[in-house]
């Protein structure tokens, strides 16, 4: 089992490293490989839910929310211990979201971001036209958003 759990790791930080390029039109399937492999990897039950297909105009767009996805699954994984985690893509009052919410010890109260990981989603999230949130979930859990407006992304047909 150590060996296992050895390999898994070193497989994780070797996907880490290898820059990856989210093509525009493939970022609901990367999110949903992402789910499907954390809940293999991590035990953990996590789904990836779209209502509608969105697309992202761009592939450095893309790219940059599937960065702050995985790094969003992955504070949650080191510091929540969560049982859940459901990524989320919607539209929200004129603004697409995209949502990783956990339903682990969650946040104490909603705060501006810290950390060093938090901090690099917000700067991708600002790149991209995007802000990010951290807030408390309810009744419990972490939910990390990044609201883009309209003019940054498409819809499918």
Known sequence: QGLKDANRSLRTLARGLVPMQIDAH???????????????????????????DIDVHDNGAATHLYRMT????????????PSTIVIRIQRNDGMICLEIEDDG??????????GRGLQIMAYRAGLIGGI??????TPGGT??????????LTEST
Not at 132 to 137: D, F, K, Q, S
């Open 26 to 52: 493939g970022l609901i399937d990367a999110l949903t490989q992402l789910a499907a492999q954390i809940s293999d990897q991590h035990g953990v039950a996590c789904r990836f839910v779209a209502v509608e």
């Open 70 to 81: 995985q790094e969003a699954v992955n504070n949650a994984l080191k510091h929540a211990a």
């Open 105 to 114: 010890r969650g946040i104490d109260a909603p705060r501006p971001v810290a």
């Open 132 to 137: 990010l949130t951290v807030r408390r979930g």
């Open 143 to 152: 939910i990390v958003s990044c609201a883009l407006s309209r003019l940054n």
